[in-house]
């Protein structure tokens, strides 16, 4: 099984700032694409910011010049620092990767068990 653990969400001030980890463990070949996503109450999960292997990134329109994706292959974690907090940030924030875990494996797509973050003063 291949499991991801996040850590670093917690409660910040509007203009502030937090920093997500994301680390994958287990029987892992290869990992492509790297993500974060969010979901707040009564609204549907939403991409937040995705990287791959090769260190190309995209953001969503809200958090363009805020957030910043980042990830160490050696370790399998993917970061996001987040800074210029906003209110509307405040979701649970879930990490993604596409994990091949054999050579002869297909990608699938796994799940961290989320992170809170709330923004507000």
């Known amino acids: 099984q291949v499991q991801l653990v996040e850590s670093g969400g917690g409660l910040a001030q509007p203009g502030g700032s937090l920093r997500l980890s994301c680390a994958a463990s287990?029987?892992?070949?290869?990992?492509?694409?790297m993500g974060w996503y969010r979901q707040a109450p009564g609204k549907q999960r939403e991409l937040v910011a995705r990287i791959t292997s090769a260190s190309s990134t995209n953001y969503a329109d809200s958090v363009k010049g805020r957030f910043t994706i980042s990830r160490d292959n050696a370790k399998n974690t993917v970061y996001l620092e987040m800074n210029s907090l906003k209110p509307e940030d405040t979701a649970v924030y879930y990490c993604?990767?596409?994990?091949?875990?054999?050579?002869?494996?297909?990608?699938?797509?796994?799940w961290g068990q989320g992170t809170q973050v709330t923004v507000s003063s």
């Open positions: 993604n990767a596409d994990v091949k875990r054999t050579t002869v494996t297909a990608l699938r797509a796994y």
């Open positions: 287990g029987i892992i070949f290869k990992i492509n694409v």
